[in-house]
């Protein structure tokens, strides 16, 4: 093979033929070690996926992301978007943990973590695998005339693909809306919520879309993820490689024949690897933006390997400094600043998650309301909200001057804040003249709840009085 036939596979991509038409992969179906921990793997991830709506924690669901209501519970504990802060550096800590985690092993993360990967390699290809049968006779089922076997495999496949879009869909949906919400809407029926239904509908629209259709193409061509790759790894990153060194000069395996005579690789070009690969890539070729280090490759080498007698390995796990120069891994400079920033960005959200409020209360002035007097006493009106971010419910909360002497009269009398919950009202604040220095000055103020001081809050009170 030539220099320019091995570097076609630069210009083009499998899933795309010469004449820019989609060409659907067909992958063999692999199997080994690596797709047996793979699949353990993707069964724990699809049964907390499927499980965290409906898990309670104190009450709380395990994960909760309810954009239009803002309610948020991250492992149970209650968020609100007061704590958005907290929301940004947690998502700055996974960025930098992702671009640590794919420096050192790659793309290891789609191939064994991402739910793209596991809903379609260990949910849709197998019930394809299941109805269709393998590489070969997916193949000759596309190229068959539409007879009575095609329409029933076919029929039966995309209905399939559909209930499991369906069901992906509540089991997301369930994550915004909440998990007893979306139970209760399904007893109560689609006619009684018309818009949980079409919400349903259109998750389910696009989930099938993707597995049924679009399938790899969103690694090859809409995941971002992909392009950081080639940005992120170096010689050092360990990522899933073919040993060329030891691999070539590739030739066929023929009976009686001398390989190390004639200086052969171990490498019989079979092209296992490339037929088992979802993206349909070679990965003899290198590293390459379509790879998602999904090890299917690597079990297939395995058991050509171990079935003409060669050792294992000739694809592995592995780092080009590895391969070239037989290096083991080593950190390096790039890797423990990564390393340093993750931990001090790590800290920094622990420390500011234990030392959130657990109660928070904020006081504003009522929209154009300014002051009113009765005699020696100025009176000022708020609008206020309190949130209980707790597992546990306030009843009665005391609202008290801390500040200046004075009363504070909530309107509508007790104050009471359900566990995760809000309470908003509106409140009076006296304080009189001798009391108060200018004509705007700060007072604070103390929440009780049990007689014990639960948060304090702060605000202006305006006043006739000139400023001393």
């Not at 064994?112 to 006779?137: A, H």
């Not at 979306?182 to 696009?206: N, Y």
Request: glycine residues 6%; proline residues 3%; aromatic residues 14%.
């Amino acid at each position: 093979m030539n220099n320019s036939e091995q570097e076609n596979f630069r210009d083009s991509i499998a899933t795309i033929d010469k004449e820019g038409k989609r060409n659907f992969i067909h992958p063999l179906k692999p199997k080994g070690r690596y797709t047996n921990y793979r699949t353990y793997v993707s069964w724990f991830l699809l049964f907390i996926l499927f499980a965290s709506p409906f898990i309670k924690v104190n009450g709380n669901q395990f994960l909760l992301f309810n954009i239009i209501d803002r309610k948020f519970n991250i492992f149970g504990q209650p968020f609100w978007p007061q704590d958005f802060y907290l929301l940004v550096l947690s998502l700055l800590v996974s960025v930098v943990f992702i671009i640590l985690f794919t420096v050192i092993f790659g793309r290891i993360f789609c191939g064994w973590m991402c739910p793209q990967t596991i809903f379609m390699e260990m949910v849709f290809r197998k019930i394809e695998y299941w109805i269709e049968g393998d590489r070969n006779k997916q193949i000759k089922l596309e190229k068959q005339a539409w007879n009575a076997e095609k329409i029933r495999k076919k029929t039966l496949k995309w209905f399939l693909f559909g209930v499991v879009s369906f069901l992906i869909a509540n089991a997301f949906l369930a994550y915004f809306i909440g998990g007893d919400v979306l139970i209760q809407h399904v007893m109560d029926g689609p006619i009684a919520h018309v818009d949980t239904f079409v919400k349903l509908l259109v998750f389910t629209s696009v989930f099938y879309f993707v597995f049924a259709w679009f399938r790899e193409q969103v690694c090859i061509i809409a995941c971002p993820y992909g392009r950081l790759q080639s940005v992120l790894l170096d010689n050092k990153s360990i990522v899933v490689a073919y040993d060329h060194k030891r691999g070539e000069n590739r030739q066929k395996l023929r009976k009686n024949e001398d390989r190390e005579e004639k200086q052969y690789g171990d490498c019989i070009d079979c092209k296992q690897c490339v037929l088992v690969c979802p993206t349909g890539i070679d990965i003899r070729n290198g590293t390459q933006l379509e790879c998602v280090n999904c090890t299917a490759c690597i079990d297939a080498c395995d058991s050509m390997m171990d079935t003409i007698g060669f050792d294992r390995g000739l694809i592995r796990y592995a780092s080009e400094n590895n391969i070239e120069k037989g290096e083991k891994f080593s950190y390096n400079a790039r890797i423990i600043s990564y390393i340093v920033v993750l931990t001090l960005l790590f800290t920094f959200f622990v420390t500011l998650l234990f030392l959130r409020n657990d109660v928070q209360a904020n006081f504003l002035h009522l929209p154009g309301q300014l002051y009113s007097t009765e005699g020696e006493e100025v009176r000022n009106v708020y609008t206020f909200k309190i949130i209980n971010k707790t597992n546990d419910p306030f009843e009665n909360v005391d609202i008290q001057l801390m500040s200046h002497e004075g009363k504070v009269e909530v309107v509508g009398g007790q104050v009471n804040i359900p566990k995760g919950g809000m309470y908003e009202g509106t409140v009076f604040i006296k304080i009189n003249k001798e009391n108060l220095s200018s004509s705007k000055e700060k007072i604070d103020l103390g929440i009780y709840a049990k007689g014990e001081l639960i948060d304090e809050a702060n605000t202006n009170f305006s006043s006739p009085l000139q400023n001393k």
